[in-house]
């Protein structure tokens, strides 16, 4: 069945430094891929999206490429805030109203 | 703005009571989702319902029961808590996906609960 695998965390970063979380998937047909944040007592919500292959999704500062080739869908950020952290979950959905989400990495950014 | 709410943050019960987990949006939306949230296993959808009083197993249905009589309300239901069930359980909502446009879940702050 469809699944996504992403990187264990904790990361933990400088203020400013870059910020890559690793994410890739196995589906069958078109998936669309999404990251969502949680921040530290929310629940989760939508950072950014991509729905067919070499779309970008930005939102805040943070970009994912949907590459098709190597199945992947990796989360960047030039320059991380403290307010950055959080649990960042990739997921996908093929095409239906359900989301198949990763097991979550935590970043921790220090000032 | 979509509101997700949930009826308690914090939850402790014991072990065979039964548990209600209440959750209401104010978008009307059809979809409405109960996942459970456990540090190493990401998230898990325990139920699925896609409109009044229509439900559908999710991937950890055992042990859950799902009540949405109203469209904006959807419950979860432990019939016998158990410690194993122990863990921060999510509301999420979302108009249903239409062609290739899909519609974001909005989600909830979550409910932790804790079987003694």
């Known amino acids: 069945g469809d699944s996504v695998t992403q990187m264990e965390g904790p990361v933990t970063l400088s203020e400013e430094a870059f910020l890559t979380i690793n994410c890739t998937y196995t589906?069958?047909?078109?998936?669309?891929l999404f990251w969502y944040v949680q921040y530290p007592g929310e629940g989760l919500q939508l950072l950014l999206k991509?729905?067919?292959?070499?779309d970008k999704g930005s939102n805040k500062g943070f970009e994912a490429t949907y590459r098709k080739e190597t199945t992947s869908f990796h989360l960047e950020k030039g320059s991380v805030q403290v307010s950055d952290s959080a649990v960042y979950f990739c997921?996908?959905?093929?095409?239906?109203?359900?989301?198949?989400f990763g097991t979550g990495t935590r970043l921790q950014v220090f000032p | 703005d979509v509101k997700v709410t949930q009826s308690s943050r914090y939850l402790v019960k014991r072990t065979g009571e039964k548990v209600f987990l209440e959750c209401v949006q104010d978008?009307?939306?059809?979809?409405m989702f109960w996942y459970r949230q456990d540090p190493g296993l990401g998230l898990r959808l325990i139920y699925f319902?896609?409109?009044?009083?229509?439900?559908e197993k999710g991937d950890i249905p055992e042990g859950y029961s799902v009540s949405r009589e109203k469209k904006e309300r959807f419950s979860l239901i432990l019939e016998s808590a158990s410690t194993n069930q122990t863990s921060m359980y999510l509301c999420?909502?979302?108009?249903?996906?239409?062609?290739?446009?899909?519609?974001?879940?909005?989600f909830g702050p979550g409910t932790r609960l804790t079987v003694l």
């Open positions: 999420a909502s979302s108009f249903p996906t239409s062609g290739r446009t899909y519609n974001e879940q909005f």
């Open positions: 589906a069958t047909g078109y998936p669309s």
């Open positions: 991509a729905t067919k292959a070499d």
């Open positions: 997921a996908l959905s093929g095409n239906t109203d359900k989301l198949i």
């Open positions: 978008m009307d939306h059809e979809n």
């Open positions: 319902s896609y409109d009044v009083k229509m439900k």
